[in-house]
């Protein structure tokens, strides 16, 4: 069913930053169409004849009759083949009941205002896929015979944005393995969760500096204790490039997957196999400093802000007095698991599970920054399902170090237990 109405697209974040124009022009022409589950929308090969954004619902996306991923709210449909003019590569299929907003092209393609959209979002995509075939073309460094350098491993002059969030508790936990429990004050019924979204510009492993790499990554991560120790525990790991992909499987046990982290002037997005996961998004900044910044992580944590900070300072007193080491140091644990070689979907067994410990060290802050009128929008993945709340965030620059893992409990040695 296809109807027109009126549309107000400045609240739709693809053409919040597009001129008034364009926005206003586009808004005349729009249909709303609607479609149930299963509904098929266009097959590749098609010659396009709308430009269609979803507003509702899932649209799965094929070719050949293999998954190519999906589209959610805020999506156009195939754009890149119906903005050039070009049949389309994928076939559409609504998962869900969907709504739609469409645009004949025949009426479009009459007006340079939809030429100057057309120009910029095509730009946008060519820049995204660039992106991804760096990611793809990265060189991998091996020490010997093709192993992985084990570390400890450098980041130098990292840009990494801290979000603060809390998220529904049972889904947090259900994510720990053996042996971690929670770390958050007891009859909380939200659990925290951190945000870090990080550019690398030149990762390396501590003996061989030649050996850089730059990457994007966004991490989540879990506070935890194991027996007596705290630390965090990082259950989902994106990576935009394979370099750190393979290194945090083969040594540290980390679970990542190729995603793609895009930084702007005013927001931080996420994006895995071309679904979009989530948004940050800040109006300004302002100058903060570690204290501060270690107010909002015990906050976080569910202790009172002032007390912490308080002892934070008195501490840090202590330990320049003292001359011991200017970074600060934090557990990181990971569940290590390498499938078996016989091992299935339907029969998942596994030559290696196990529980490692490195450590995250911070060498040096260069800048410490809180931001203001900040947003965080989830459209899908473990983020979206775990229903998060997002309560302060803060921009870094620093030096860090991550030492060499070591494990902690092998879980297929039940003698340890």
Same mark, same amino acid.
Request: hydrophobic content about 40%.
């Given at each position: 069913?296809?109807e ?8 739709i974040s ?16 729009a249909?709303?169409?609607t ?11 098609d010659?396009p ?9 899932q649209?799965?996306l ?8 999906i589209?959610l709210p805020?999506s156009?449909l195939d ?20 709504r ?7 009426a479009?393609?009459?007006?340079p ?5 057309t120009r910029?979002?095509?730009a946008?995509?060519l820049r ?6 760096s990611?793809?073309?990265a060189?991998?460094h091996?020490?010997?015979?093709a ?18 969030c809390?998220?529904?508790?049972? /889904?947090?936990?259900?994510?720990l ?10 009859g909380?019924?939200r659990?925290?969760v ?14 061989? /500096? ?5 990457? =994007?990554?966004?991490?989540v ?8 120790? /705290?630390?965090?525990?990082?259950p989902?790991?994106y990576?935009?490039s ?17 995603g ?14 071309g ?12 100058v903060?400093g570690e204290?501060?910044?270690v107010?909002?992580?015990m906050?976080?944590?569910?202790i ?18 003292a001359r ?20 299935s /979907?339907?029969?998942l067994?596994?030559?290696v599970?196990?529980? =490692?410990q ?16 900040v ?10 399902d775990a229903?998060?709340?997002?309560h ?8 860090m170090?991550?030492? =060499? ?13």
């Amino acid at each position: 069913m296809v109807e027109h109405n009126p549309f107000n697209l400045n609240e739709i974040s693809l053409f919040a930053s597009i001129p008034e124009n364009v926005r206003q022009y586009l808004e005349v022409g729009a249909q709303e169409r609607t479609c149930q589950a299963g509904e098929t929308l266009f097959y590749e090969g098609d010659p396009p004849t709308v430009l269609a954004l979803l507003l509702e619902g899932q649209v799965d996306l094929s070719w050949a009759g293999s998954p190519r991923g999906i589209c959610l709210p805020g999506s156009l449909l195939d754009p890149a083949a119906v903005l050039g003019d070009l049949p389309h590569t994928v076939k559409a299929v609504a998962s869900t009941a969907c709504r739609l907003i469409e645009w004949s092209l025949d009426a479009l393609k009459e007006s340079p205002v939809f030429q100057e959209f057309t120009r910029r979002h095509l730009a946008g995509c060519l820049r995204e896929a660039q992106s991804r075939l760096s990611a793809v073309a990265a060189p991998i460094h091996y020490a010997g015979q093709a192993e992985a350098q084990p570390g400890p491993y450098l980041f130098p002059n990292a840009g990494v944005t801290f979000a603060f969030c809390r998220a529904a508790r049972e /889904p947090v936990e259900e994510a720990l393995p053996e042996g971690l429990s929670l770390l958050n004050l007891p009859g909380g019924e939200r659990a925290p969760v951190l945000l870090g979204l990080a550019e690398f510009p030149a990762a390396h492993p501590e003996s061989d /500096p030649a050996a850089s790499f730059s990457y =994007t990554e966004t991490t989540v991560f879990v506070p935890v204790r194991f027996a007596a120790t /705290p630390g965090i525990f990082i259950p989902y790991i994106y990576p935009s490039s394979w370099e750190p992909i393979l290194v945090g499987r083969e040594v540290y046990g980390f679970p990542k997957q190729l995603g793609n982290t895009v930084f702007g002037s005013g927001g931080i997005s996420l994006h895995v196999d071309g679904v979009p996961h989530f948004r940050l998004s800040w109006e300004g900044q302002e100058v903060s400093g570690e204290t501060k910044l270690v107010g909002a992580l015990m906050s976080w944590l569910g202790i009172g802000r002032h007390v912490a900070s308080a002892a934070f300072q008195v501490g840090d007193a202590i330990r320049q007095a003292a001359r011991l080491p200017g970074y600060r140091r934090i557990d990181v644990f990971n569940h290590k698991r390498i499938p078996a070689a016989d091992a299935s /979907p339907g029969n998942l067994r596994y030559d290696v599970d196990q529980l =490692t410990q490195a450590v995250f060290g911070v060498l040096r802050w260069f800048s410490i920054a809180r931001l203001t009128g900040v947003e965080l929008t989830t459209f899908y993945g473990p983020l979206h399902d775990a229903n998060l709340i997002l309560h302060e965030a803060y921009r870094t620059r620093l030096d860090m170090r991550l030492s =060499t893992g070591r494990t902690v409990r092998d879980y297929l040695d039940r003698s340890e237990q």
